[in-house]
């Protein structure tokens, strides 16, 4: 090609812009001219081809036709459906999640709400659309609702006794308080005296117990001061890493149970991001990484594989991934997640494996893998 690589960024810089303004690109033509700069000469094909696809994306997300400008809305071309102006009005000023367009219903329902009034009883809407790579969701402006009667003594304590169940808004779920889940499962993370235990003892292999690993960095001279739990539930391992002065973020989803409230009754940091968001922390700034039981066999490879580098990139240099209790086929084990964990080039701390003794892995033929894996300090 015969642009200068300058040319080439600024071209680059100015399809950035115009990503970010969906509006813009409505305006477009296959001349590109921007006020107040100098005549743009001709796109190269490559970048030309980028706009389109970033055009066709946009399009497929409001499947859009504008329509006179005297009304505020705008039909689909496919449905006779409108889209909410909240919508228009919110990816006018920001960009939304690519993963977005493949819902438009669910977007549509989630952006279908009166502007400054209280929002419509639908978290579980915003968790699917999460769940399903929507994020970040659009902003709406209305306000959230909050429970009736909260009590307004909470918890300095992490493994406090008791949650306060009025604090939860129970709408969604069968169970009203934290108690009824306790009792459905004792192991969601809601009761207070199991969880305490947890990452205290070591009764297999399987087990590192957080004392024994705060040991070995310190003899690794390796300080250990901020953290990341991946998939940590109501964050029982950042609680117990609170009590050793460690700061510990918790991304946890509200499959089924509201694990993010309950971490933060606890004191707890729970971040709402699902698996396959790239983590919202800077390179190399975070001491360790945990992949907590969400991390496991039900991921695809390849999305494993982004997660793993994703992890690296935050970690820094001599920082540990952690993984706690990974399941897979044994033969998976050792012909694809040994071989794409080896990839990282860390340095094997601890490796244990077992066989999974449930029915389901038993069955499968299934493995539990936890290791702790040190990244080395330079690359
Ligand atoms: C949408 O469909 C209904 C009935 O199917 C029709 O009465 C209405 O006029 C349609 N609206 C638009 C905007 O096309
Ligand atoms: C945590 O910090 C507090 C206050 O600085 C200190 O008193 C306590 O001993 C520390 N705990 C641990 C386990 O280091």
């Not at 810089?13 to 115009?18: G, S, Y």
Request: overall charge positive; some cysteine; aromatic content about 8%.
């Amino acid at each position: 090609m015969a642009f200068s690589s300058s040319m080439s960024l600024n071209l680059l810089l100015l399809i950035a812009m115009v990503a970010s303004n969906i509006i813009s690109l409505y305006h477009l033509s296959s001349t590109v001219i921007f006020p107040s700069s100098p005549p743009i000469p001709p796109i190269p094909d490559h970048l030309l081809r980028q706009l389109h696809s970033i055009r066709a994306t946009i399009n497929r997300l409001t499947r859009l036709q504008q329509i006179p400008a005297d009304t505020n809305t705008v039909r689909t071309s496919s449905k006779n459906q409108t889209i909410p102006s909240d919508l228009l009005l919110y990816s006018r000023l920001s960009p939304i999640a690519s993963s977005c367009h493949d819902y438009p219903e669910l977007l549509h329902k989630f952006m279908s709400y009166t502007p400054f009034s209280l929002c419509p009883s639908d978290s579980d809407l915003a968790e699917a659309l999460i769940l399903r790579g929507c994020h970040p969701l659009p902003r709406r402006r209305c306000f959230s609702r909050t429970p009736q009667k909260p009590t307004s003594s909470l918890p300095n304590n992490p493994f406090s006794s008791s949650l306060p169940s009025s604090n939860v808004i129970w709408d969604k779920y069968s169970c009203k308080n934290f108690d009824c889940f306790n009792r459905l499962n004792p192991n969601l993370g809601f009761d207070a005296s199991r969880e305490i235990t947890k990452f205290m003892s070591y009764e297999s292999e399987l087990d590192l117990p957080i004392p024994q690993f705060l040991q070995i960095a310190k003899t690794a001279k390796s300080v250990i001061r901020l953290g990341l739990d991946i998939g940590g539930g109501t964050g029982t391992f950042a609680a117990r890493m609170k009590m050793h002065n460690v700061t510990v973020v918790t991304t946890t989803m509200n499959v089924a149970a509201p694990y993010s409230e309950a971490a933060g009754l606890r004191g707890l940091v729970p971040l709402h991001v699902p698996l396959q968001q790239r983590l919202p922390v800077f390179d190399g700034v975070v001491d360790v990484v945990r992949f907590g039981h969400a991390v496991n066999r039900w991921i695809p490879v390849t999305m494993m594989e982004f997660l793993l580098y994703d992890v690296d990139r935050v970690l820094r240099g001599g920082g540990y991934l952690w993984v706690d209790h990974f399941f897979s086929r044994g033969v998976d084990l050792e012909t694809v997640y040994g071989p794409l964990i080896g990839k990282l080039g860390y340095k094997k701390v601890k490796w244990a494996t077992a066989n999974k003794m449930d029915i389901a892995g038993l069955k499968n033929g299934e493995v539990y893998l936890t290791a702790l894996l040190q990244k080395p300090v330079s690359r």
